[in-house]
């Protein structure tokens, strides 16, 4: 006998699944023989909206794609119009750059581990009811993302859409009493993030364990984040301006929502995948405290995830107190610009992965083409893949509330970025 159930769910306003979208299963004698991640999202033609704008415009234009990471948008932009015009960068800007993105990985991680993700895994349906048994759970998630976003506003003017980075730097430098303090409110916060870490770990985190290529930015020297090579646990070790040799993205009839596979195969980025190529590139602190915790690495175990952005924050408050020791004002904060014509790349890690950039501009730096590939799209076909296979392992005999919730589980261990604010998942599921 057939049976056919049709389920909406709304989820509160706070998001825990960003986007809006459906997911379909088809199971027939206990096997999933359909599973589509639909996504309804309409498309926002912001590389067409490019076209014909000043390279000055492009940083403050990406910057609105996202309310969350639009620093990450900034930062591969300015990388790859730079590299057109061959703008150097003192090494005052690159410090600066990475200490901004840093308040970006902190507000981000802390608003997805405490507020989307946490309540999966302590049973409630949202951080608001959480807050009534862990208040100081969600208190400590709101003040570290509020100190990510006073390190994005001492550089961008604002923490929403900032708008102090520019071509060939910052349109200025924060004074040196700005940073002291900011700097010694995120040494503070240290021993809350160290804490926050062991505290994912304690989190009853499902064992499901998968195989999925990592991928993501891999520097000589640092944890990943401004810059490095794309490399992979499959031997992929590429300098960026050689990502479309590499790389294919492609349409699904039954989403808005471009797909991305490396070598034909479906592919993970974002943080876990950083922490699997990367462990390394962690200070002796941090890799202490995962030996501590018992985290093996890499992992295989994407609900590993939570842990890696715990891990990802404290690193990122490390790092920006390293890199606002000693601060001084430069003689300036940006360099000279001198438009070109040709073909420049960038790519850096956003909160969710890695953010590719293709800029084609003229001899007077208008934008004759662009190209943008958001880590939500590269993780859309491993998203697919890891909801049949988690699914699969968890039992189909399981009622459609308690698949539904394991869907949205599996989904928000991604942080999706669909459009930046989803509402609901509806989930059908065909019997037969």
């Not at 970006?104 to 946490?118: F, K, N, V």
């Not at 202490?288 to 295989?300: H, N, V």
Request: with cysteine; net charge negative.
């Amino acid at each position: 006998m057939d049976e056919q159930r049709d389920i909406r769910i709304q989820v509160p306003v706070l998001a825990r699944v960003e986007g809006e979208g459906a997911l379909e299963l088809l199971a027939r004698d206990g096997q999933i023989e359909k599973l589509q991640l639909r996504i309804f999202e309409p498309p926002r033609l912001f590389e067409k909206f490019l076209e014909g704008h000043s390279y000055s415009e492009v940083p403050d234009m990406v910057a609105r794609i996202c309310g969350i990471c639009p620093v990450a948008y900034q930062m591969s932009a300015v990388q790859a119009i730079e590299q057109v015009f061959g703008t150097p960068n003192s090494d005052w800007i690159q410090s600066m750059r990475r200490a901004m993105y840093c308040g970006e990985w902190i507000q981000s991680h802390a608003l997805h581990i405490h507020l989307l993700a946490a309540p999966d895994f302590l049973g409630f349906n949202n951080a608001i009811e959480m807050a009534q048994v862990h208040p100081e759970a969600v208190q400590r998630g709101l003040q570290l993302q509020g100190l990510g976003n006073k390190l994005i506003s001492l550089f961008g003017g604002r923490s929403v859409h900032p708008v102090g980075a520019c071509v060939g730097g910052f349109h200025q430098a924060p004074s040196i009493l700005a940073v002291n303090r900011l700097r010694d409110e995120l040494q503070a916060a240290l021993p809350e993030a160290e804490e926050l870490v062991r505290w994912t770990a304690g989190l009853d985190l499902p064992d499901d364990q998968q195989e999925f290529v990592s991928v993501a930015l891999r520097h000589e020297q640092e944890y990943p984040l401004y810059g490095g090579r794309l490399v992979s646990d499959a031997g992929l070790d590429i300098a960026i301006d050689e990502y479309e040799q590499h790389f294919r993205e492609y349409q699904e009839s039954h989403s808005t929502s471009l797909y991305s596979l490396l070598h034909d195969k479906p592919y993970l980025v974002g943080p876990l995948a950083r922490l699997n190529l990367n462990r390394d590139r962690l200070s002796k602190n941090l890799q202490a405290l995962i030996d501590e915790i018992g985290l093996q690495l890499p992992s295989r175990n994407l609900f590993h995830s939570i842990i890696a952005r715990a891990i990802e924050t404290c690193y990122a408050i490390e790092e920006a107190v390293r890199l606002l020791d000693n601060y001084q004002i430069p003689p300036q904060s940006a360099e000279f610009i001198e438009p070109k014509a040709g073909t420049g790349y960038g790519c850096t890690e956003a909160p969710r992965g890695i953010l590719w950039h293709r800029y084609d501009l003229d001899e007077e730096g208008l934008v004759l083409k662009s190209r943008i590939v958001p880590p939500t799209s590269q993780n859309q076909a491993r998203i697919e893949e890891d909801l049949h296979q988690s699914l699969s392992s968890y039992g189909l005999q399981h009622t459609d509330a308690e698949l539904r919730l394991r869907a949205e589980s599996v989904i928000r261990n991604y942080d999706p970025c669909i459009s930046c604010a989803t509402h609901f998942l509806k989930i059908r599921v065909k019997r037969e």
